[in-house]
């Protein structure tokens, strides 16, 4: 066998094995980037259900005659705005400005559920209270999703950033993702206040 064949039997070899390796590390990067994908889906259903949520109570505190209409109105102009936001999980700014949306609809229904305290006949209906029931629940499915993401998120960065998926991760455009993090202050604890008689 020639020198001459012999080299060319060595660089096939080393390009089908770079070639080999590329589509390994390629590969285990897009799988990656679907279970974020998908558990992103399952955050958005989360919060999807929250809105509905809220949307059903809302119209249970619409027909409560004198009920405080502004903050009423504060919450529905809140949930149209988390619900006009889209992702896109490659855009952290979009990831922040929904985390925001969602933070500040929770916000203003809780000041709506604070009002509703004072109306005992809106308190009594079972509408209300199986709302009550669902919504715990349902924030903590979003706690849920919103920690499965963050697994997601933890072992696709993992990928992207060691050695030698990073050098993979950069030639085929995958990079670092944002987590979701907590809300602002929530790191405080809550300013609680009985009013015991």
């Known amino acids: 066998m020639s020198t001459k064949n012999l080299t060319l039997i060595v660089v096939l070899f080393v390009i089908l094995l770079f ?3 590329a589509c390994s590390r390629y590969n285990g990067l897009v799988t990656t980037d679907q279970l974020v994908q998908n558990k992103l889906g399952d955050v958005q259903t989360q919060y999807q ?4 949520l ?18 009423l109105k504060e919450v529905i102009a809140a949930r149209a705005s988390a ?11 979009s990831l922040g400005a929904y985390q925001r949306a969602q933070a500040n609809l929770q916000g203003s229904f809780a000041r709506l559920m604070a009002v509703a305290e ?17 919504i715990a629940g349902t924030e903590n499915r979003i706690n849920n999703a919103r920690r499965e993401f963050n697994g997601a998120v933890n072992e696709y960065n993992l990928k992207v950033k060691t050695f030698p998926n ?8 995958f990079h670092v993702r944002t987590y979701f993090q907590a809300d602002p202050g929530s790191q405080n604890a809550p300013d609680i206040h009985f009013d015991i008689k």
């Open 54 to 71: 809220y949307s059903s109570i809302i119209h249970t505190i619409e027909g409560s005659a004198n009920f405080e209409k502004s903050t």
């Open 49 to 52: 259900r929250r809105n509905d």
């Open 19 to 21: 070639g080999g390796c």
């Open 83 to 93: 619900t006009q936001i889209k992702v896109d999980v490659n855009d952290s700014a």
């Open 166 to 173: 990073n050098i993979f991760a950069g030639m085929f455009g």
């Open 118 to 134: 004072a109306y005992p006949d809106l308190k009594t209906t079972q509408q209300f209270q199986d709302f009550q029931t669902n």
